[in-house]
C-alpha cells in the first residue's frame, strides 16, 4: 500500500539555505494533509498541515504548498538550521481520521 | 503546553505473554489513536477510537488487538499474546475533532515493544 510516497530517502542541505522536501499521494479522497518531524526514539512532532481546500500554508519558517491536480505537496524549511536535523514524514487523512503515512526523508542540515 | 504521555517507555516481554500499553491524551481530546512503526518501516495507522468504541481499525489490528477507555484519563492497548513479529515502536495520538473537519493528531513519545 504505497498511498502516500516520498521518494527521496535522504537530503542534505547547509544551513541557511531552503530545505524542499516532497511528497506524493494516490488517494484523491484525501483532503487534508500534515508533516510531522521525528527525531530517534520519540514519537513524531506535528509542524504544519494544509486543507484540500488550500495550496499553501505557511508557519513561521515553514511552507507547505499543495498541487492537487499534480497529487503532489512539498515542505519548505528557509532558513535552514542544523537543528531541523530530522526524518520528516508526510501524511494524509484517509478514512475515519486515520493518518496514512510515507516512507519519510531524513533531512541533514550542516552548519 | 498539554502533551500525550505513554508508559512504559521500553517494554521486554516473552512470545505469549500478554502486554498492555498505556497512554494518557490530552485532556480535551475526544478521538485517540494507535499507530505502530516496525524498525526501518513506516508508521502505520492500527486503531482509532471515539465515545467509546472503535471507529477504524486496520488489517493489522486483529483478534489478539483490544482498546480500552477503563476511565477518564487513559487509553490502552492490549495484546493478548505476543509473537515476535509484534516488536516495534507503538505510539498513541490524540485529536479534538470537530464536526466536519480534520483535526491534527497529536502523539505521544512511543512505548518500544520488544518481543523475544
Known amino acids: 500500500d504505497q498511498q502516500v510516497k516520498q521518494n527521496s530517502p535522504s537530503l542534505s542541505v547547509q544551513e541557511g539555505r531552503i530545505s524542499i522536501l516532497n511528497c506524493d499521494y494516490t488517494?484523491?479522497?484525501?483532503?487534508?494533509f500534515l508533516w510531522y518531524k521525528k527525531y530517534p526514539a520519540e514519537g513524531p512532532t506535528f509542524l504544519i498541515s494544509?486543507?484540500?481546500?488550500?495550496d499553501k500554508n505557511e508557519d513561521g519558517r515553514f511552507t507547505v504548498f499543495l498541487n492537487k491536480s499534480a497529487k503532489h505537496l512539498s515542505l519548505h524549511i528557509v532558513p535552514s538550521q542544523p537543528g531541523d536535523s530530522a526524518v520528516y514524514f508526510c501524511?494524509?487523512?484517509?478514512?475515519?481520521?486515520?493518518?496514512?503515512f510515507g516512507t519519510g526523508t531524513r533531512l541533514l542540515v550542516s552548519p | 503546553e498539554p502533551e500525550v504521555t505513554q508508559t512504559p517507555s521500553h517494554q521486554v516481554t516473552q512470545m505469549g505473554q500478554e502486554v498492555i500499553l498505556r497512554c494518557v491524551p490530552i485532556?480535551?481530546?475526544?478521538?485517540f489513536y494507535w499507530y505502530r512503526q516496525i524498525l526501518g518501516q513506516k508508521v502505520e495507522f492500527l486503531v482509532s477510537?471515539?465515545?467509546?468504541?472503535?471507529?477504524?481499525k486496520s488489517e493489522i489490528f486483529d483478534d489478539q488487538f483490544s482498546v480500552e477507555r477503563p476511565d477518564g484519563s487513559n487509553f490502552t492497548l492490549k495484546i493478548r499474546s505476543t509473537k515476535l513479529e509484534d516488536s516495534a515502536m507503538y505510539f498513541c495520538?490524540?485529536?479534538?475533532?470537530?464536526?466536519?473537519?480534520?483535526?491534527?493528531?497529536?502523539f505521544g513519545p512511543g512505548t518500544r515493544l520488544l518481543v523475544l
Open positions: 495520538a490524540s485529536s479534538a475533532r470537530t464536526s466536519g473537519s480534520s483535526e491534527t493528531q497529536y
Open positions: 488517494n484523491s479522497m484525501f483532503d487534508y
Open positions: 494544509i486543507s484540500s481546500i488550500k
Open positions: 501524511a494524509a487523512v484517509g478514512g475515519f481520521q486515520k493518518l496514512v
Open positions: 485532556s480535551n481530546h475526544l478521538y
Open positions: 477510537f471515539y465515545n467509546n468504541e472503535i471507529s477504524e
